[in-house]
């Protein structure tokens, strides 16, 4: 149980297009859905949070009109890189909390990896 | 300002030889304190919730527990098969966040 998806798994695209992620909860209801930005051999970096139904609530630092947030139902959320540059290149994982749960964690994703060239 | 510190940054251990890693959290509020393996090119993967001081959890090789300032992850025995990147995140009182450590880098050598 508690499975993440994420799609595509790796992305490689041209500087100045958009790029959309998608993370679905497969076998459960997700109130909550959280996006992270990973660099090599760092941790993860919260860039925002996201309520179904509801906007996205920003990191500080992150860019809002970069970094669109789609939470539209209780199972997918996406996230779309507007003109992506070569510096947006990096791992993005997302992450789920179930809305049912009686405990806090949350699960992650399998992480997409995105190149811009 | 609420901090969380993982020591060591990496750590190489012969199978079959235990030891520790370290999470220190300074924090207003407590909510809950996490546990992840990540291993190379994927997400985390979940392993423990400790909720109050002196809680323990367990599973297979791995123990954590819970202090007031810490929290430690104990590998007994470790195979090379638990090799990765071993993550403590912390939740504060009033948001489902995550603060993250800088995780420990584990290699478990045959």
């Known amino acids: 149980g508690a499975v993440v998806s994420q799609h595509p798994s790796w992305v490689i695209c041209k500087s100045g297009t958009s790029v959309k992620i998608e993370c679905r909860s497969l076998?459960?209801?997700?109130?909550?859905m959280f996006w992270y930005r990973q660099f090599p051999k760092q941790s993860l970096m919260l860039m925002a949070t996201s309520n179904e139904g509801s906007k996205a609530t920003y990191e500080q630092g992150v860019e809002k009109d970069k970094f669109l947030i789609n939470h539209a139902s209780l199972t997918l959320s996406t996230l779309t890189v507007t003109s992506a540059h070569p510096e947006d290149s990096s791992f993005y994982i997302c992450?789920?909390?179930?809305?049912?749960?009686?405990?806090?964690?949350?699960?992650f994703g399998p992480g997409t990896r995105l190149t811009v060239l | 300002e609420d901090q969380v510190t993982q020591s060591p940054e990496a750590l190489r251990l012969q199978e079959g030889e235990s030891s520790s890693l370290n999470c220190s959290y300074t924090?207003?509020?407590?909510?809950?304190l996490f546990w992840y393996r990540q291993d190379p090119g994927k997400g985390p993967e979940f392993l423990f919730t400790l909720y109050s001081a002196g809680e323990e959890k367990e599973k297979e090789r791995l123990k954590a527990t819970l202090t007031k300032k810490e929290s430690f992850l104990h590998i007994t025995a470790p195979k090379p098969e638990d090799s990765a990147t071993y993550l403590c995140?912390?939740?504060?009182?009033?948001?489902?966040?995550?603060?993250f450590g800088t995780g420990t880098r584990l290699k478990v050598l045959a």
């Open positions: 076998d459960f209801q997700a109130t909550t």
């Open positions: 995140a912390v939740q504060t009182s009033g948001t489902y966040k995550y603060i």
């Open positions: 992450s789920a909390r179930p809305r049912t749960s009686t405990y806090n964690e949350q699960f």
């Open positions: 924090v207003s509020g407590l909510r809950g």
